[in-house]
């Protein structure tokens, strides 16, 4: 695993990452921030370089996004560069979406499918009726953009303008006050 190798940073900044960083469970604000931080250099050159460019261009406007939404202090001009970078990003998960999303098939993992078929045996089973066999494979996954969490990419200068920034409401800070 390619994050493997990345090495740790200061205390509390880029944390050992696990093994098998796909498998990663029950995941921490820091962790995905860690992912995140450490993306670039891990996913540069896993796709073909058409894909490749669409990704780290991804990456970068996600990366920068997440910067301005971290900052302790916010200017309007720095509001107005965040708008910017929103736009970008959401032009970047487009771009992603059309054409490196339809360029592969995804399908939910081995343990969402074992999960998926345990929940229909267990409903069919519930009802009295007897458990077919499933034979049927992994379903097919696909980008979901129709999401609240995505939606919402759009309102953060605007929330952060009218309620200050992120820091306030988040317990990233709480989780790393434990460390010491």
Known sequence: DRYQVVPTFSRGTIWQFHKNASAMKHLMARDFEDLLQCAMP??????????????????????????YAKLWLHTNDILNFFNLETTALSQSVHKFQQKTCAGYTTTELPQEHAAHSRRAAATTAKQGQDVPVLHSGPKTKELNLCTYKYHTLG????????????????????????LG
């Open 42 to 67: 891990v996913f540069e050159g896993l796709l073909p370089l058409s894909h490749n460019k669409i990704v780290l261009d991804l990456i970068f406007d996600l990366t920068v996004w997440y910067a």
């Open 155 to 178: 309102n953060y200068p605007d929330t952060i303008q009218c309620y200050g920034t992120t820091d306030s409401y988040s317990t990233q800070q709480v989780s790393l006050l434990k």
